[in-house]
């Protein structure tokens, strides 16, 4: 069985989907929240795209900890965020066609300054980041669909793209 093509197969209908929710974002709402525990819509944007480097990440490293890490460079508008999503996802690509099925059952761990807070395969980790992927994305088109924003469709049309 190939999984490697598989989960690249997969990023890349994800990486698909991501871009149509970007190429709606609108540039004077980085701080919008549709509540006060919400992350700002900035952030959340900014969030979904460094998930798209996470395969990048588990691929080459055994281990990720967020304390250690470079914080995120917030993106501003449609566009930063297209880049930078364009950006990892040929980072990815790259790192798929370096790795070797046998990569894919290293273990890989993510930390809180040295503390595991959670451990996978490899593989399992890169299903975790791609689950994460379609979780957030669902919330920005939760923040579009109150802003008025038509919701791109992501496993089908949306109701803004359907014709009643």
């Known amino acids: 069985m190939d999984t490697l093509k598989k989960l690249q197969d997969e990023l890349s209908e994800e990486y698909h989907i991501t871009k149509k929710f970007f190429r709606l974002y609108p540039d004077n709402k980085n701080d919008y929240?549709?509540?006060?525990?919400?992350?700002?819509?900035?952030?959340?944007?900014?969030?979904?795209?460094?998930?798209?480097?996470?395969?990048?990440v588990i691929l080459t490293t055994s281990e990720l900890d967020f304390m250690k890490a470079e914080p995120p460079k917030a993106l501003e508008n449609a566009?930063?965020?297209?880049?930078?999503?364009?950006?990892?996802?040929?980072?990815?690509?790259?790192?798929?066609?370096?790795?070797s099925e046998t990569d894919l059952s290293s273990p890989w761990a993510l930390k809180m300054n040295g503390q595991t807070v959670a451990e996978w395969s490899k593989y399992g980790a890169i299903r975790h980041?791609?689950?994460q992927i379609t979780h957030h994305r669902a919330q920005l088109g939760v923040y579009y669909r109150l802003l008025g924003i038509p919701v791109p469709g992501s496993y089908g049309p949306s109701a803004d793209e359907q014709n009643f």
């Not at 900035?42 to 996470?54: A, D, K, Q, V």
């Not at 566009?79 to 790795?99: C, M, R, T, V, Y």
């Open 33 to 56: 929240a549709p509540h006060e525990k919400s992350m700002k819509m900035g952030h959340l944007s900014t969030h979904i795209s460094e998930i798209f480097g996470w395969p990048e």
């Open 129 to 131: 980041a791609l689950n």
């Open 79 to 99: 566009n930063d965020l297209e880049q930078a999503l364009d950006e990892k996802f040929e980072n990815n690509k790259a790192s798929f066609e370096g790795a």
